[in-house]
Nanobody
Framework: QVQLVESGGGLVQAGGSLRLSCAASGRTSDWFAAGWFRQAPGKEREIIGAISWSAGITYYAEPAKDRFTISRDRDKKTVYLQMFSLKPEDTASYYC????????????????WGQGTQVTVSS
């Protein structure tokens, strides 16, 4: 049974940085990708970006480009989301997820989900 646990969220001022971590337990060898998603109050959950588990190929959605970096440590079974230049509109619950399917972006194919960690950016 795969479990994902996010950490690293919190309150930060606009312009600040945070690094989120997502630690996995269980089998990860058959993952194709791990992704980060977020959901703000009253909005649908959206993808931030993803990384292929084997090759480390990354995808970033528009809000994350040039400000966020996704990385993974396969030995530690951990995925990271480094966020710079945070804005109040980045305030949301952030979730990591993993998929065995051949996709980076298709949210419906992500099978394993963490419980989320809250990020609040004050102006």
């Amino acid at each position: 049974q795969v479990q994902l646990v996010e950490s690293g969220g919190g309150l930060v001022q606009a312009g600040g940085s945070l690094r989120l971590s997502c630690a996995a337990s269980g089998r990860t060898s058959d993952w194709f990708a791990a992704g980060w998603f977020r959901q703000a109050p009253g909005k649908e959950r959206e993808i931030i970006g993803a990384i292929s588990w084997s090759a480390g190929i990354t995808y970033y959605a528009e809000p994350a480009k040039d400000r966020f970096t996704i990385s993974r440590d396969r030995d530690k079974k951990t995925v990271y989301l480094q966020m710079f230049s945070l804005k109040p509109e980045d305030t949301a619950s952030y979730y990591c997820a993993a998929t065995n399917a051949y996709t980076l972006t298709r949210q419906s194919d992500y099978k394993y989900w963490g419980q989320g960690t809250q990020v609040t950016v004050s102006s």
